[in-house]
């Protein structure tokens, strides 16, 4: 965790240097607990860090322990057909939960905003019970945008009124995923332009058995 730790602070102060900008708070510490769990289910080698987390940064990594991770993403059509869906999964990489629904905009990033803001029709009151929860997405500019919110809700107690119900979670972090971390919930994404859906279990005749298959190739880490 501290050499973690060191490494994403080090990797955040060459972005101000380089760009003026710098990973918050939230994101350092968000992005170190996933690197720390995941580095419990694959074979690190000191000599090759570097490429250690190049490997995570490109793969779907479990939470920490009693914790559940949401993977959302959005998916938008030339004719301005859209959707948004997601994914929830345990700490051991167990499916929990998926879900789709189509919606109507005109901008790729806001759809993956809408997609966490569906979250209040989708999350159970078992969710709550975790010791926290991880909303993932692959869009940073989205993310970095609740980030922040998150951590003016934690100065000044105020938080806007879409995002209230997230305020029933014991712990919440936004956090960042690239592309190939995210594909589940980007299949879900692009089936919600047909059909809208909620899944709680694998055994559906309606679940595409590809679906499964990615998910237990996610589940062990399988690129």
Same mark, same amino acid.
């Given at each position: 965790m501290f050499c973690t730790v060191i490494w994403l602070v080090w990797k955040s102060m060459c972005k101000l240097i380089h760009t003026d900008k710098e990973?918050?708070? =939230?994101?350092? !510490? !968000? =992005? !170190?607990?996933s690197y720390a769990v995941k580095s419990n289910f694959s074979n690190l080698q000191p000599k090759i860090w570097d490429a250690n987390q190049r490997l995570l940064s490109s793969h779907?990594?479990?939470?920490?322990?009693?914790?559940?991770?949401? =993977?959302?993403?959005?998916?938008l059509k030339k004719n301005n057909r859209a959707g948004i869906g997601?994914?929830?999964? $345990? $700490?051991?990489?167990?499916? *929990?939960?998926a879900f789709s629904n189509p919606i109507l905009h005109w901008d790729a990033a806001q759809t993956e905003l809408c997609a966490v803001l569906f979250l209040k029709n989708v999350v159970k009151d078992w969710m709550y019970e975790a010791l926290g929860v991880i909303i993932e997405g692959d869009n940073r500019n989205?993310? =970095?945008?609740?980030?922040?919110?998150?951590k003016r809700w934690k100065v000044s107690n105020v938080i806007e009124d879409s995002l209230a119900f997230l305020l $029933?979670?014991?712990?919440?972090?936004?956090?960042?995923s690239s592309r190939l971390g995210n594909k589940l919930a980007d299949i879900c994404a692009n089936l919600s332009i047909d059909r809208s859906f909620m899944w709680e279990d694998l055994?559906?005749?309606?679940?595409p058995p590809f679906l499964y298959c990615l998910k237990e190739? $996610? !589940? *062990?880490?399988?690129?």
């Amino acid at each position: 965790m501290f050499c973690t730790v060191i490494w994403l602070v080090w990797k955040s102060m060459c972005k101000l240097i380089h760009t003026d900008k710098e990973d918050s708070e =939230n994101s350092i !510490a !968000a =992005n !170190a607990i996933s690197y720390a769990v995941k580095s419990n289910f694959s074979n690190l080698q000191p000599k090759i860090w570097d490429a250690n987390q190049r490997l995570l940064s490109s793969h779907w990594y479990p939470p920490p322990p009693g914790w559940i991770k949401i =993977n959302i993403d959005g998916t938008l059509k030339k004719n301005n057909r859209a959707g948004i869906g997601g994914v929830v999964r $345990d $700490d051991k990489g167990r499916f *929990l939960l998926a879900f789709s629904n189509p919606i109507l905009h005109w901008d790729a990033a806001q759809t993956e905003l809408c997609a966490v803001l569906f979250l209040k029709n989708v999350v159970k009151d078992w969710m709550y019970e975790a010791l926290g929860v991880i909303i993932e997405g692959d869009n940073r500019n989205i993310i =970095n945008l609740l980030q922040i919110s998150v951590k003016r809700w934690k100065v000044s107690n105020v938080i806007e009124d879409s995002l209230a119900f997230l305020l $029933d979670f014991k712990q919440i972090i936004f956090s960042y995923s690239s592309r190939l971390g995210n594909k589940l919930a980007d299949i879900c994404a692009n089936l919600s332009i047909d059909r809208s859906f909620m899944w709680e279990d694998l055994h559906g005749k309606s679940i595409p058995p590809f679906l499964y298959c990615l998910k237990e190739c $996610d !589940a *062990l880490d399988v690129p």
